[in-house]
């Protein structure tokens, strides 16, 4: 069955870096892009930043430009998020994101969350 798998998320200091994992299992992962979401504390779940199947593009949400990079490995079928310049602010569950067409259906599909903590 389709699995998303999310790693790495921690309880980090204001400044720190962390790099998050998500493996991908079940579905044809290079065909699909794929996407950082988060949601904070009592927040709406936003979208962080976003790779296209072969990685030749990626956009960023103007909070995280700069400071986070999202890459993907196809041949590992697994996306990851480094970030960078951590702030209080990006306090939240990270989601890992699937978008794509199995059999000219769209698909969407989604991991079950990673909690990064930031403390000032």
């Known amino acids: 069955q389709v699995q998303l798998v999310e790693s790495g998320g921690d309880f980090v200091q204001s400044g720190g870096s962390l790099r998050l994992s998500c493996a991908a299992s079940?579905?044809?992962?290079?065909?699909?892009?794929m996407s950082w979401y988060r949601q904070p504390p009592g927040k709406e779940r936003e979208l962080v930043a976003t790779?296209?199947?072969?990685?030749?593009?990626?956009t960023y949400a103007d909070s995280v430009k700069g400071r986070f990079t999202i890459s993907r490995d196809n041949a590992k079928k697994t996306v990851y998020l480094q970030m960078t310049s951590l702030k209080p602010e990006d306090t939240a569950v990270y989601y890992c994101?699937?978008?794509?067409?199995?059999?000219?259906?769209?698909?969407?599909?989604w991991g079950q969350g990673t909690q990064v903590t930031v403390s000032s």
């Open positions: 994101n699937a978008d794509g067409l199995t059999y000219y259906i769209r698909r969407v599909y």
């Open positions: 079940g579905f044809a992962f290079s065909q699909f892009s």
């Open positions: 790779i296209t199947r072969a990685g030749a593009s990626t």
